[in-house]
């Protein structure tokens, strides 16, 4: 099926430790998104790539660093894990910036710190 | 931040129209709005988006005012599935941001 994938769909984890969220999507799209929801449901966009290049970083921890190794995928690796970055998150992708036909979601990885 | 405004919450009954209002007052002329909607537990579904024009598709209709300040999205038949967050986004590229949306409850 078409879609945007995401591998783990849920991950519970220590403090402190290091994990990677992975990212597919198989639209033929060239931009990819990630975005974060917190407890409070706001979904807040963390980082873009648009055909590998990193064109939106918003003003996250540098324990978060994403990886495009091509434009169907991007990766979000999280260093020194801490409480607060539990939350889902999701991947996104769109052809261009726009979107004509909007973002397509992934349907999450659910993050659990302990 | 959401150049947007929409209610918190509205209710809707099972097999009517649910009109969901959305304020953007100042959006400029070359954003788009767009409607996304989230179901429990779900990522955000893009139903429709338009400029200037009204716009219809299998999901949804969209209704723009002439002087683009507001609009409305309507689900012409609810089902209790329409249960969701309903994101009013103003977007011409770069970042799409989230407000709060409005929770739609379809009751039987």
Redesign the interface.
Known sequence: DTAVSQTPKYLVTQMGNDKSIKCEQNLGHDTMYWYKQDSKKFLKIMFSYNNKELIINETVPNRFSPKSPDKAHLNLHINSLELGDSAVYFCASSQGRVGNYGYTFGSGTRLTVV | DAKTTQPPSMDCAEGRAANLPCNHSTISGNE?V?W?R?IH???????I?GLKNNETNEMASLIITEDRKSSTLILPHATLRDTA?Y?CIA????????G?GTELSVKP
């Not at chain 2, 537990?41 to 139903?47: A, L």
């Not at chain 2, 977007?91 to 989230?98: E, W």
């Open positions: 788009y767009y996304y989230q537990s779900q990522g955000p579904q893009y139903i988006h967050v994101y977007h011409q590229g770069g970042k799409l941001i989230f709060q």
